[in-house]
Each structure stands twice: as structure tokens, then as C-alpha cells.
């Protein structure tokens, strides 16, 4: 789900109040992830500042019933773009990746394919490792695979994928990311207890401060 509460709308919690990004003026692609069943959820603002201050806030306002004393306790770490995407993402050649290995109906051995191989492709067995619960980064596994799968074609989901991130991280700007993920992050939240089941916990922060833009991704889901 993809929330913007309108133009005028305000996150309010200690010293702060962060303007919302309208959710009508995002690129349509946030939509496009949320009717293929994308598990993330994200809140984007408007003239934000980038200090743990206003992190917390902006994660108060998406995830309201979580302990802000206690998230501040459990703190976060500044990671670069690499730790971010994490393993399921190929910088080097831009591309998404189903890590593990598989073999095809037509009898093919697959290693680590990316997602834009498999497109018309039917895999009949193999399987992954998924990352540690709580163990931070691997944005890219978060939102490309989820316990029923995306509702859309692989090639679909990098260009979702692409769109995404050149809003969230754009091109060519300076950009801070915090990562909050946790194995403890249930401490501070219940919304966090389904993905330590097994599929994992995320939450970040990303700051760009050219846009005075603040972003906000969590995700906690399970089958």
C-alpha cells in the first residue's frame, strides 16, 4: 500500500510537522507495484530535514503505533546504495536477480538468473535462502519477491523496480540512507511480528537533500 494523505496533510510528532507528498502527484509506477501485490509500503515528504528527529517522525506517521522511545533505543546505520539493494540486485549490469538455483521445463539449470531471463520461462523446481530476518539492507528481495509472488511478469517488475528507485534515490544527488531493520524491531512495533515469522523485517530512511525529500519504507509480511 502507498500512502499520501494530500497536499496540506502533516506528520506531526515532537518538534517536527513533515509535509506529505501528495500520493496523486508520485509517478504512477507506485500504483503499478501496489495493484501487483508489492508487500512495501512507503510514505514520501516534502521539506524535510534529514535528522534522526525527523526520520522518526516520518516512521511514526506510516507505522502509528510504533514505540518512537523505543526505536530510537534499538537506532539505525547509515548504509551505502550497494548494502541497500543488497544480493537480489546486480549493479553492475542493473538488474534484479532470483537467487538460488532452479531448473526449467526444458530441462535448463539456472543459477542467480535475472528476473529479465524468466520472463515465459517455467521453472519445475530449486529454491533460495532467503536473507536473515532483521539482518538490514536487501531492498531489492523485499520488493521483488513476497510469499505469493508479485502479480506481474518479471520484466514488469524491474521496470517497476527502476522506476522506483530513480524516485526514491535520483540520479546524480547526494542521498543518506538510514536502515532501522532489526531482528528486535518487533520490540517497537507488532506490524513488525508476521515478517520475523520467516520472510523478513525492512525499514528505512532516505534523504535527499537537494529535494528536501524524505522517504519512508517499511515492509513485515508472511504467508
Not at 530510537?72 to 540486485?89: N, P, Q
Not at 528481495?141 to 535520483?170: C, K, N
Amino acid at each position: 500500500m502507498i500512502y499520501g494523505r494530500g497536499a496540506l496533510a502533516r506528520a506531526s510528532c515532537g518538534p517536527y510537522a513533515l509535509l506529505v507528498h501528495p500520493r496523486d502527484l508520485l509517478p504512477p509506477v507506485f500504483d503499478d507495484y501496489a495493484r501487483a501485490f508489492g508487500v512495501l509500503e512507503f510514505l514520501v515528504f516534502d521539506d524535510a530535514d534529514g535528522d534522526e528527529d525527523a526520520a522518526l517522525t516520518a516512521i511514526t506517521a506510516l507505522i502509528p503505533e510504533i514505540d518512537r522511545v523505543k526505536l530510537r533505543e534499538l537506532g539505525a546505520r547509515r548504509i551505502d546504495d550497494r548494502a541497500f539493494f543488497g544480493d537480489w540486485y546486480d549493479a553492475d549490469a542493473d538488474a534484479l536477480l532470483r537467487r538460488g538455483s532452479y531448473r526449467t521445463k526444458d530441462k535448463r539449470q539456472l543459477v542467480d538468473p535475472r528476473l529479465t531471463d524468466l520472463d515465459d520461462v517455467e521453472i519445475k523446481s530449486g529454491g533460495f535462502s532467503n536473507p536473515s530476518c532483521g539482518g538490514g539492507g536487501q531492498f531489492a528481495y523485499a520488493f521483488s519477491w513476497t510469499p505469493y509472488g508479485l502479480r506481474a511478469r518479471p520484466s514488469e517488475v524491474q521496470r517497476m523496480f527502476s522506476e522506483i528507485r530513480d524516485f526514491i534515490l535520483p540520479p546524480g544527488l547526494r542521498h543518506e540512507i538510514r536502515d532501522w531493520s532489526s531482528p528486535r524491531l518487533p520490540e517497537a512495533a507488532r506490524y513488525f511480528e508476521a515478517g520475523m515469522e520467516w520472510w523478513g523485517v525492512f525499514l528505512f530512511t532516505i534523504h535527499v537533500p537537494t529535494l528536501s525529500r524524505l522517504t519512508v519504507i517499511a515492509g513485515s509480511t508472511t504467508d
